[in-house]
Structures are given as structure tokens and as C-alpha cells.
């Protein structure tokens, strides 16, 4: 065999085994490949680890151990105030029709009668709370709490100070999230821990509810009317939680209220010290146009009662209330006069 052939084969034989070995190679990664596909479609069928599946919150059954911090006044959504007028989808509308029907779900009290409702949603807050409950006391005003539960849990002496006092204390949910967002067991989540917490800190259980920013749908009124609570909104808001400034709160307060009126403010949820300035002059310049205050639960009692008299008071703001802006602003202007 010359050296020629033995060469010729020599190279054939390393080329027979280049072609094995790649081949072997191939298999083997086409076998890795396999398993791998194998074990992915295996881990991925395993419960929680479906991709794109929707996350669901869920709300603690204990209180946190430390004092939540106030919600900075820009976080809160700018949603705009119900209004009795407002355009509703026609199923929210009958929902709410039924509901105002049997007297569970309210925008204003009795509008022939002279009496309104101060209601504060967003605490109790140890700092702000104390500061409205002593004005309320100094000016033997009762009025309405909405409660968020974890501040309830948060501060249950305070809660209970609110009902040893006469005010009524209302249930404003958990959280204050947005609950049109969430399904129905959030909700009732939501609804039921916070109405456990002012139980358990005043030993009765609310009657009242009001939903963060005033959001409703079907599935929240629901929730609400299975739990046996009354709904309430408002129809005078001074927007106090946005700071805009105690005179232009206290203008914003006179210039929309009128017999039955319900006025929402906060004691909490923010920087609260424009509301509690602007408080005592709120009060006063209702009371001298004959206006006196009370709870939520009696403005449902008066529902349906009948004014005294059928020709409004001298006094009467019923159709009139830009005038009682009109003479707040005018007092002002004699005060600033005379002492100036």
C-alpha cells in the first residue's frame, strides 16, 4: 500500500468519524431540548404559576402594628362630587332609585326642612380628629364620622370618643381604595373588617357607609345593600382635602348648602388644619340663618317629615344660599373695615 492510499484512507476514516460524532451531538442536544420542553410545560401547568393570570389583593385580617401614613393631599383622585343630577347609566340609576326608594341610599336629607348634616370622612387621625371633636363640642354640634378601618384599628380611642360624644360613626371602608375596581369579594372584604373594627372599639356596628371618592357601581351598592348598609353621599363639597384655603372652603360650603343639605369635610387623609379653621365660622353663619345641625340618622328620621309651614322662614336658604355667601362675605368686609 503506498503512501497515497494510506493517506486517503486515513482521512476517510476521520471524516466517518467527524460525521458520528456531530450526529451523536445532535441527538443528544435534540434530547436536552425535549426534556427541557418537558419540564416547562410540566411546572408551567402547577397552580399560581400561569402567566398573565390576574393578581388579586387581598385585604389582612389583622390591623397593621404601626400607624399608617397620612395619604399626601396629591394622591387623592380628583373625582368629582355625585350629584343628584348626574348622568348615571340606567342601570346604576335604577339600582339607586330602588335603593332611595326604601331609604337606603341618600345625596340629601329633607329639603323643607332647616337642617343639615356635617359629616367628616377619612379618619380618625390623633392629630386633626381631636382638634374637630373639640370644636364640634364648644358649639354643641353632633355630627357624622366615616371611618377608614385601619385607622379605626389604628386609633380605637379616638373612634370611641367620636360615639361617646353623640356622633354617629359610619363605615368608609378598609383602605379607601377606588371599590369599583375590585371584585365583589374585595368589596365585601373591605365593607365587613371595617364594620368588625368600629364594633369592636365602640360595640355597635355601623349602619351607614360611604364609598371612597364617591364611586359607585352596581357590584359595590350590592355588597352595601346585602350588608344592610345605608348609603350616603353628599351635595356640598368644599373640597377641603385639595388645601384651596379656610375662606374659600367656608365659600364653597355657604354658596351649596340648603335645607337637608349634607356637607362632606375630612379629618383626615392629609393637612387638615384649613377644615378646622374654617369649622366655627361654618357653623355660626348657618346657625344665624336658622340652620341646626344634625346626625346623619336624623336627617333619615326627617325624611319624610312634613315642614311646619309651607311658606319657608324669613330665613329660609332653601333657594337662597348665594345670599348667605353673599352675607358672610359682607360681614367680612364690615370686619376688615373696622379693623383697618
Known amino acids: 500500500m503506498d503512501v497515497q492510499e494510506l493517506n486517503n484512507r486515513i482521512g476517510y476514516s476521520l471524516s466517518q468519524r467527524m460525521r458520528v460524532t456531530r450526529l451523536t451531538l445532535a441527538i443528544t442536544l435534540g434530547l436536552i431540548l425535549a426534556l427541557l420542553g418537558v419540564l416547562t410545560l410540566a411546572f408551567s401547568n402547577q397552580p399560581g404559576t400561569k402567566l398573565h393570570e390576574r393578581s388579586v389583593t387581598y385585604i389582612p385580617a389583622l390591623p397593621p402594628t404601626s400607624p399608617p401614613v397620612p395619604t399626601p393631599t396629591t394622591q387623592r383622585a380628583p373625582v368629582a362630587s355625585p350629584s343628584p343630577t348626574a348622568p348615571l347609566p340606567a342601570s346604576l340609576q335604577q339600582d339607586i332609585a330602588f335603593l332611595q326608594a326604601q331609604n337606603l341610599f341618600f345625596y340629601h ?15 380618625p387621625t390623633p392629630y386633626y380628629t381631636p382638634q374637630v371633636l373639640n370644636i364640634l363640642q364648644e358649639y354643641g354640634v353632633k355630627a357624622t364620622f366615616f371611618c377608614i378601618g385601619r385607622q379605626v384599628a389604628n386609633y380605637p380611642d379616638l373612634v370611641r370618643q367620636e360615639y361617646a360624644a353623640g356622633h354617629i360613626v359610619g363605615n368608609h371602608s378598609w383602605s379607601h381604595p377606588n371599590l369599583t375596581f375590585f371584585s365583589p369579594a374585595v368589596i365585601l372584604s373591605q365593607l365587613t373588617l371595617t364594620s368588625d373594627a368600629i364594633q369592636r372599639a365602640t360595640g355597635v356596628r355601623p349602619t351607614f357607609f360611604r364609598p371612597p371618592y364617591g364611586a359607585l357601581n352596581r357590584q359595590v351598592l350590592t355588597e352595601v345593600y346585602h350588608l344592610g348598609l345605608t348609603t350616603v353621599v353628599w ?3 368644599p373640597r377641603d382635602w385639595s388645601r384651596p ?12 348648602t340648603g335645607y337637608g343639605t349634607i356637607i362632606v369635610m375630612h379629618d383626615g387623609g392629609g393637612n387638615r388644619l384649613q377644615t378646622i379653621a374654617a369649622l366655627p365660622t361654618i357653623i355660626t353663619v348657618l346657625r344665624d340663618h336658622g340652620i341646626r345641625f344634625v346626625t346623619l340618622q336624623q336627617l333619615v328620621d326627617d325624611i319624610h317629615t312634613k315642614a311646619a ?15 348667605l355667601l353673599k352675607d358672610w362675605r359682607r360681614k367680612k368686609l364690615m370686619w376688615y373695615t373696622a379693623s383697618n
Not at 384655603?245 to 355657604?254: H, Q, S
Not at 309651607?310 to 336658604?317: E, G, I
Open 109 to 123: 336629607g329633607n329639603t323643607s326642612l332647616p337642617e343639615v348634616a356635617l359629616t367628616f370622612d377619612d379618619g
Open 235 to 237: 351635595n356640598a363639597d
Open 245 to 256: 384655603g379656610t375662606d374659600v372652603i367656608i365659600a364653597r360650603v355657604l354658596g351649596q
Open 309 to 323: 309651614s309651607s311658606t319657608p322662614s324669613p330665613n329660609s336658604v332653601v333657594m337662597k344660599s348665594p345670599l
